[in-house]
């Protein structure tokens, strides 16, 4: 796939909360990316960010050898938008499309901006009401328990904590279930937002094992009805 060695630019998409934001990567380099923080403005300022985060790092976007794109869980509408536009600039320019889980990402970024080390992570979404998306991820990147959508109980990480002792529970506007947990030894950080910079290592990784999606048969991980856990399904 890359047959002069040099490293791809990459263009990365996240649109799985409420805000949206573009980054460009070259190889597992960040040279730009671009914010919007007001919420559900995907469908706005997606085109803009994308201009605007290739202005920044000073290409064009017909070098672009890929799009990545965070895959969800998370908002049905971002995640939508994301995905579709992702898709479209993928086909016009005939390269491929890579899928960043979007929890590995939220993991990633955690590290490097809090760099305090876990020996696990819960990479939470808020499915409204006590329900959450989340997943268990250890420090080598491997899912300890995949991708749920449960209502969040006291009760339903005490299998963890008996094997583990330090573990950190990140996500944005978290402070419900962080009251119903408050007995536990988890951390919680409650104010982080994944931003797209943190998908440029990974999607670097998956272009060189060419990882990459099929374009007709892409979708986000909705996470509907039919992904639910049975109490909640």
């Known amino acids: 796939m890359l047959p002069n060695k040099e490293a791809p630019f990459i263009l990365c998409i996240e649109t799985s909360g409420g805000q949206c934001s573009v980054a460009i990567g070259k190889g597992s380099q960040v040279l730009s990316q671009a914010f919007e923080c007001e919420k559900n403005k995907a469908a706005d300022r997606l085109p803009i960010l994308i201009a605007s985060a290739l202005e920044q790092a000073g290409i064009d976007i017909k070098q672009l050898q890929a799009v990545a794109v965070s895959g969800g869980p ?24 890579i899928h960043v889980e979007t929890f590995l ?16 992570y819960i990479p ?6 006590m329900d959450a998306f989340y997943a268990v991820v250890d420090n080598d990147d491997n899912l300890v328990r995949d991708v749920q959508c449960e209502t969040i109980s ?9 094997k583990y ?8 506007g978290l402070e419900r279930f962080e009251e119903v947990l408050k007995h ?42 039919v992904h639910l856990s049975k109490k909640n399904a």
């Open 154 to 162: 006291e009760e339903i990480f005490h299998e963890l904590e008996s």
């Open 105 to 120: 990402a939220m993991k990633r970024q955690f590290l490097k901006e809090v760099g305090k080390e876990y020996d696990l």
């Open 184 to 225: 536990s030894k988890i951390d919680f950080y409650s104010d982080f937002v994944l931003e797209a910079h943190a998908m440029v290592a990974l999607a670097d990784e998956k272009f060189s094992l060419s990882k990459v999606e099929n374009l007709a048969y892409f979708e986000p991980l909705y996470y509907k009805a």
């Open 165 to 172: 002792s330090r573990i950190a529970v990140i996500g944005q």
């Open 74 to 97: 998370g908002s049905y509408t971002g995640l939508r938008i994301g995905v579709a536009t992702a898709k479209g600039i993928a086909y016009a320019l005939g390269i491929p499309l």
């Open 124 to 129: 939470m979404i808020d499915a409204r009401r």
